[in-house]
């Protein structure tokens, strides 16, 4: 009999492997979100409220996953949101 094979997204496939070598991915996680909201804020993040509140809340978020040790999942969801809105707020700003 055939084993069935399951198709897995290439976001599952992703958090498959960032599971297996957790350390390594909260490491780059944690250098990536330091150094983006820190360019950030370097770029005029800090000159507006909204902007300030908009990098600060995801880039906490994120931190705070990292430190808590949370699934995965959460973690790359938040680390995506982060370098988004830390990205658009650059060039926004």
């Given at each position: 009999m055939k084993t069935q094979q399951i198709k897995q997204s290439t976001w599952m496939k992703l958090e498959n492997l960032a599971?297996?070598?957790?350390?390594?991915?909260?490491?780059i996680s944690l250098l990536?979100?330091?150094?983006?909201?820190?360019?950030?804020?370097n770029y005029g993040a800090a000159l507006h409220t909204w902007s300030?509140?908009?990098?600060?809340?995801?880039?906490?978020?994120?931190?705070?996953?990292l430190l808590a040790v949370a699934p995965m999942k959460w973690i790359l969801n938040a680390f995506i949101v982060t370098v988004l809105v830390d990205l658009a707020v650059i060039f926004i700003v």
């Open positions: 599971t297996q070598y957790r350390f390594g991915v909260i490491a990536i979100i330091g150094c983006l909201g820190g360019i950030t804020m300030l509140i908009a990098v600060v809340i995801p880039t906490m978020t994120t931190l705070s996953l």
